[in-house]
């Protein structure tokens, strides 16, 4: 069983940045391919970002391409979302999930993820 833990959410202003992280009690979240979702109330589940397990690869969602980066590090275990420029509609609850993606048209798919985490809400002020 793996229960990805995302922290690092708070309160930004817009234009401000801030850094979400993602890990898992057991050393086991490099073994995983990771994505970002988010979801804001009244609105669907979002893709934001994935990583594949060996780092290689990566996919943004377009509205957040140039802005947010995501990367691995695997001696601390964790899947990092460096998010800069925010705007107020990137206000939302940011959960992390984890699954063993085979294909590149699923990394941006909810329903291929197995494990996810709590979440933790992001909010930019204007």
């Known amino acids: 069983q793996v229960q990805p833990v995302e922290s690092g959410g708070g309160l930004v202003q817009a234009g401000g940045s801030l850094s979400l992280s993602c890990t898992t009690s057991e050393r086991t979240l490099n073994t995983y391919a990771v994505a970002w979702f988010r979801q804001s109330p009244g609105k669907e589940r979002e893709f934001v970002a994935a990583?594949?397990?060996?780092?290689?690869?990566?996919y943004l969602a377009d509205s957040v391409k140039g802005r947010f980066t995501i990367s691995r590090d695997y001696p601390q275990n964790t899947v990092d979302l460096r998010m800069t420029r925010l705007k107020p509609e990137d206000t939302a609850v940011y959960y992390c999930?984890?699954?063993?993606?085979?294909?590149?048209?699923?990394?941006?798919?909810?329903?291929?993820?197995?494990?996810w985490g709590q979440g933790t809400q992001v909010t930019v002020s204007s």
């Open positions: 999930a984890a699954a063993l993606i085979q294909y590149h048209s699923d990394y941006d798919d909810g329903e291929e993820y197995n494990y």
């Open positions: 990583i594949s397990r060996s780092g290689a690869s990566t």
